[in-house]
């Protein structure tokens, strides 16, 4: 039989280490990442270690809304609201072991976008083209390069501000969709809680 509790607990526990660590998402050595997007609310990543396709959840907790797939099972998602106060949330997970960096993120873009296609609440999406590896790789640069201001090992979500106002600033009126995930993976790196190789290769 399932332990739905079990899974959950991992669920939560991946969700808040990585807050404090995620990477975000995601990978630990790649091995899948988490997204949680709670709607009116926040939006933000956090790996899941060894969490099956499936994304089960407890369904004394939650109630299932739907949920599809993308890049044959390598991305899945689940739309889900919380029974206790009918919160609703989107659980992604991303399988990308063996991919390059910027090969976990188009999966990552693919995953999140047939997730947003297919949520139940309205969803706000990044502006821009989708972000060319080049600029990925100059947004973690202007992360980093930011972060340098905070001790390392400053938790991913305290620098969160300051990365995301460094990268806005300097793509201006030419955003591209991704700098989100690149400043996040930059705040993950310099918090100690995901391995530099997940930076795009320029950036490390």
């Known amino acids: 039989m399932i332990d739905f509790s079990a899974i959950e607990r991992d669920l939560i526990a991946a969700y808040t280490g990585r807050l404090e660590r995620r990477r975000r998402r995601r990978r630990i050595s790649g091995a899948g990442a988490l997204v949680i997007a709670v709607a009116g609310v926040f939006a933000t990543v956090a790996i899941a270690s060894d969490i099956g396709p499936n994304l089960q959840l407890d369904p004394t907790k939650w109630t299932i809304l739907g949920g599809g797939s993308t890049d044959n099972g390598r991305g899945a998602y689940v739309h889900a ?87 806005a600033d300097d793509f201006g009126d030419t955003p591209c969709r991704g700098l989100e995930y690149a400043s996040e993976q930059a705040r993950l790196v310099y918090a100690g809680t995901e391995p530099r190789p997940l930076l795009m290769p320029g950036a490390r």
């Open 81 to 167: 609201t919380r029974i206790e106060d009918g919160s609703q949330s989107t659980f992604m997970v991303e399988h990308d072991a063996g991919l390059t960096p910027y090969a976990a993120f188009l999966l990552h873009e693919r995953t999140k976008a047939a997730a947003d296609a297919t949520s139940p609440v309205p969803v706000s999406p990044e502006t821009g083209p989708l972000c060319a590896q080049a600029q990925l790789t100059r947004a973690e640069v202007v992360a980093l390069r930011a972060l340098g201001t905070f001790p390392p090992g400053t938790p991913a979500d305290v620098t969160r501000g300051a990365a995301d106002k460094a990268v």
